[in-house]
C-alpha cells in the first residue's frame, strides 16, 4: 500500500491492526514505528586502468611521493617515454606572439620533467590550404601527398599528449591551425570508415589534449562568441580520442591595455599542467 505523506498541522491517519494478515510487525496504530535504517550505497574500489599506467619499473614513490596507497589510477599521468606533441602558431601581434612563445616554452619544460620526449611544430610558412588533389584523395588509401605533412601525422599518430598554442581572435582558431586539423587529421590518422560507413576512432593513444589560446580580448567579449576554437579542439577533436582521454583549457584573456608581461598567466599555466599531467 502506498504511504501517505504527513503534512505539517495535519493528524497522521490511524492503521489497522495488520499483524494477522501477515502485512505487517502486529503492532497498533497508536505505537510509533521504528524509522527504517538509511541506505548504505556499497563503496566501489578504485580500479587501475591499463591505458596509459606508468612503466611498472618505476616505483609508485618516486611518481606520487610517500604514500600507503596500494594501487592508484594513474590515467591522468604521463607515461616516461610518450612522446608529447606542441603545436604552436605565430602572430603577427609583438605582445600576443611572446606570450606564446613563453607558454610554448612553459609547457615543453613541464612535459620535459615528468619523463616525455617533447617535439614542438612551429607552423610558420605552413600552407593551411588544402590542394584539389588532397581533396579528391581525402576519403581513398593515401589521403596525405605532402610528405611535410606525413612528417607532422607520424607525429601526431605517435604522441600521447598533444597541445595547441595559438592567439585567438574573436574566439576563433588561426588560419594556419584550422588548415594544420584539416590536412593532418585525415581518415586513417584520427579516424577510419568502415566498408558499412561506421567511424572508428583513430586517436585512441592519446592520454591528454591540451588546448592553451591567448585571446586579445576579455573574457565577457570571448563568451560571447561562445568559443567555437575549443569546441573544435575540446569536443570534436575529442570524439576520436578515447573515452579516457582527459582535456584541459588554459586560456589568457587581455588586451593591449590589460597587458602585464603575462607572468601571472605563466604561473597559473604552469600550475595547471603540473596538477593535470605529474
Known amino acids: 500500500p502506498t504511504r501517505l505523506r ?89 605582445l600576443m606572439n611572446g606570450l606564446v612563445r613563453r607558454s610554448v616554452r612553459c609547457a615543453a619544460e613541464v612535459l620535459e620533467s615528468v619523463g616525455a620526449i617533447v ?46 598554442v595559438f592567439h585567438a581572435r574573436h574566439g576563433m582558431l588561426p588560419p594556419a591551425l584550422k588548415g594544420f586539423v584539416d590536412r593532418v587529421f585525415v581518415p586513417g590518422v584520427s579516424f577510419q570508415m568502415t566498408e558499412s560507413g561506421r567511424v572508428l576512432r583513430g586517436l585512441r593513444h592519446v592520454d591528454h589534449l591540451v588546448g592553451i589560446p591567448v585571446y586579445s580580448a576579455s573574457h565577457r567579449n570571448v563568451q560571447r562568441t561562445r568559443e567555437p576554437g575549443r569546441r573544435l579542439l575540446l569536443r570534436c577533436m575529442r570524439l576520436s580520442c578515447s573515452i579516457r582521454t582527459r582535456s584541459l583549457w588554459v586560456a589568457a584573456y587581455m588586451d593591449a591595455s590589460q597587458y602585464d608581461g603575462g607572468d601571472g598567466f605563466i604561473s597559473h599555466l604552469e600550475r595547471r599542467l603540473r596538477r593535470r599531467l605529474s
Open 119 to 164: 617535439e614542438v611544430i612551429d607552423l610558420v610558412g605552413f600552407v593551411p590550404v588544402m590542394s584539389p588533389e588532397e581533396r579528391s584523395a581525402y576519403f581513398s588509401a593515401e589521403p596525405i601527398l605532402d610528405p611535410d605533412v606525413r612528417a607532422y601525422a607520424d607525429l601526431v599518430s605517435s604522441a600521447s599528449t598533444v597541445v595547441f
Open 6 to 94: 504527513r503534512r505539517p498541522g495535519r493528524r497522521r491517519p490511524g492503521r489497522r491492526r495488520l499483524g494477522i494478515m501477515g502485512l505487517g510487525s502486529g503492532r497498533d496504530a497508536g505505537e510509533r514505528c521504528d524509522p527504517l535504517p538509511p541506505v548504505r550505497r556499497q563503496q566501489r574500489p578504485p580500479t587501475l586502468h591499463r591505458g596509459s599506467c606508468i612503466n611498472a619499473s618505476v616505483s609508485v614513490d618516486a611518481c606520487f611521493g610517500a604514500s600507503e596507497c596500494v594501487y592508484v589510477a594513474v590515467v591522468s599521468k604521463v607515461s616516461q617515454g610518450r612522446r608529447a606533441v606542441i603545436v604552436s602558431t605565430p602572430s603577427d601581434d609583438e
